[in-house]
Structure formats: C-alpha cells, structure tokens
C-alpha cells in the first residue's frame, strides 16, 4: 500500500488499484502504438520500427535479443 500525502490530502492506493492503474496504463501505451503504426505507409518491419522511433518510441536494448 502506497500513501502519498500533500497538505491535509491523504491518499491510500490499494496493491489491487496500483495493478488496475497499471492495466489501463499498460492498455493506453498499447492503444497509442497501434495507432502509430496504423499511420505508416509501409508493411516492412523496419518502416514501422521508424514511424515508432519517430513517435518517441525506444526499447531498452538489454532486453531485445537481435
């Protein structure tokens, strides 16, 4: 449980909220990729790797087996 304080404002986040919060971010994220790659002119795995790169898109390299 997380407890996050500003003045009198008090607010307790449940480990069941922090996961939803987590679910819907993860959708919005999935939801804004697509749509990145929906605008790309081209099929190729490498025209849409650029349309995302330019969308701001990076991926840790550690965890990407080339």
């Known amino acids: 449980m997380t407890q996050l304080s500003d003045n009198n404002?008090?607010?307790?986040e449940t480990e069941e909220e922090k996961q939803e919060f987590e679910r819907i971010e993860r959708d919005q994220q999935i939801n804004a990729i697509a749509a990145v790659v929906r605008t790309c002119p081209t099929n190729s795995s490498t025209g849409i790797a650029d349309c995302l790169f330019n969308a701001g898109c990076r991926v840790e390299l550690f965890n990407v087996q080339i």
């Open 9 to 12: 404002l008090v607010l307790i």
